[in-house]
């Protein structure tokens, strides 16, 4: 699946603020090696720099055009992107600080690789996730309804279902205590307010409605993408203020001894 780092970028602010708030729950106030697990665009990634400032941070993303837009961001020396996959890339050594956010959902079987991610921290260091937990909100029953609708489901086929991988909040928590760290985990839900129009499409071009589209040609995407916009107009009314877009995230820091 190839991702667009533009598009994701659309809303910037409302996704930069589970990164921050993720931040703030971390423990560790001085850092040598600091890693971002599915770092995308690379400008949050770079806020990085800034909370720990003696700390040399590397990004890791699997889509080479992500690390492309990314590279824009690195600071020789400090901060670096590499391509890799979670689950394959390893740091060459002991991690201060880990944090992946909004990535470790489009990964099947991440909790099975806390106890991993755990092993690689230096004594007092930390792990830090953060993964959408939306999955039965509107902007995704419609999707799949729409998805695997008689209509579409043999031209899209079952690759471009991906929620699966999202765990409740109480296995996050016993994955990290098993993996031998202490637990923080909680969750949000942000009521967005986005402008524009279509504005929920537009979030979810950046996400969840790329695997979709990816399966299908250029007719075919005009044709899904038209009605599922028409569905999410219902779903999601654009008011004078903008259009409001519940949204609940699961957060989860894990601290070394
Ligand atoms: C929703 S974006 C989040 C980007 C960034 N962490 C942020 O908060 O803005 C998800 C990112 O995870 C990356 N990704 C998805 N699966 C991956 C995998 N298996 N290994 C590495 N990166 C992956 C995607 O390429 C994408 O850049």
Same mark, same amino acid.
């Given at each position: 699946m190839r991702w667009d780092p533009g598009q994701y970028e659309r809303y910037s602010d409302e996704r930069g603020r589970p990164f921050r708030e993720l931040l703030a729950r971390? &423990? /560790? %106030?001085? %850092?040598q090696v600091v890693v971002d697990l599915g770092c995308g665009p690379g400008a949050l990634t770079r806020e990085l720099l800034d909370r720990w400032p003696s700390a040399r941070v590397v990004g890791v993303d699997s889509s080479a055009d992500m690390v492309a837009a990314a590279a824009e961001h690195a600071v020789p020396g400090r901060l670096e992107f590499v391509q890799g996959g979670i689950g394959d890339w390893r740091p060459a050594e002991p991690v201060d600080v880990l944090v992946a956010n909004a990535a470790l959902?489009? /990964? &099947?079987g991440h909790v099975e690789m806390l106890a991993d991610f755990a092993s690689w921290l230096r004594p007092g260091g930390a792990l830090a996730f953060q993964v959408p937990d939306n999955f039965d909100e509107p902007s995704h029953t419609l999707l799949r309804d729409l998805r695997t609708s008689a209509q579409w489901r043999d031209r899209i086929g079952p690759a471009a279902d991906r929620s699966a991988s999202v765990e409740r909040p109480e296995r996050y928590l016993d994955a990290l205590v098993a993996a031998g760290l202490s637990a923080d985990v909680w969750q949000t839900s942000y009521l967005h307010v986005l402008a524009g129009e279509d504005a929920v499409l537009e979030w979810v071009k950046g996400t969840a409605l790329r695997p979709v589209l990816s399966a299908l040609d250029a007719s075919g995407q005009e044709a899904f993408v038209a009605e599922y916009a028409a569905a999410l107009r219902v779903a999601y009314p654009r008011q004078e203020f903008g259009t409001v877009f519940p949204f609940r995230r699961t957060f989860a820091v894990g601290r070394r001894p």
């Amino acid at each position: 699946m190839r991702w667009d780092p533009g598009q994701y970028e659309r809303y910037s602010d409302e996704r930069g603020r589970p990164f921050r708030e993720l931040l703030a729950r971390v &423990p /560790v %106030a001085d %850092a040598q090696v600091v890693v971002d697990l599915g770092c995308g665009p690379g400008a949050l990634t770079r806020e990085l720099l800034d909370r720990w400032p003696s700390a040399r941070v590397v990004g890791v993303d699997s889509s080479a055009d992500m690390v492309a837009a990314a590279a824009e961001h690195a600071v020789p020396g400090r901060l670096e992107f590499v391509q890799g996959g979670i689950g394959d890339w390893r740091p060459a050594e002991p991690v201060d600080v880990l944090v992946a956010n909004a990535a470790l959902h489009w /990964v &099947p079987g991440h909790v099975e690789m806390l106890a991993d991610f755990a092993s690689w921290l230096r004594p007092g260091g930390a792990l830090a996730f953060q993964v959408p937990d939306n999955f039965d909100e509107p902007s995704h029953t419609l999707l799949r309804d729409l998805r695997t609708s008689a209509q579409w489901r043999d031209r899209i086929g079952p690759a471009a279902d991906r929620s699966a991988s999202v765990e409740r909040p109480e296995r996050y928590l016993d994955a990290l205590v098993a993996a031998g760290l202490s637990a923080d985990v909680w969750q949000t839900s942000y009521l967005h307010v986005l402008a524009g129009e279509d504005a929920v499409l537009e979030w979810v071009k950046g996400t969840a409605l790329r695997p979709v589209l990816s399966a299908l040609d250029a007719s075919g995407q005009e044709a899904f993408v038209a009605e599922y916009a028409a569905a999410l107009r219902v779903a999601y009314p654009r008011q004078e203020f903008g259009t409001v877009f519940p949204f609940r995230r699961t957060f989860a820091v894990g601290r070394r001894p």
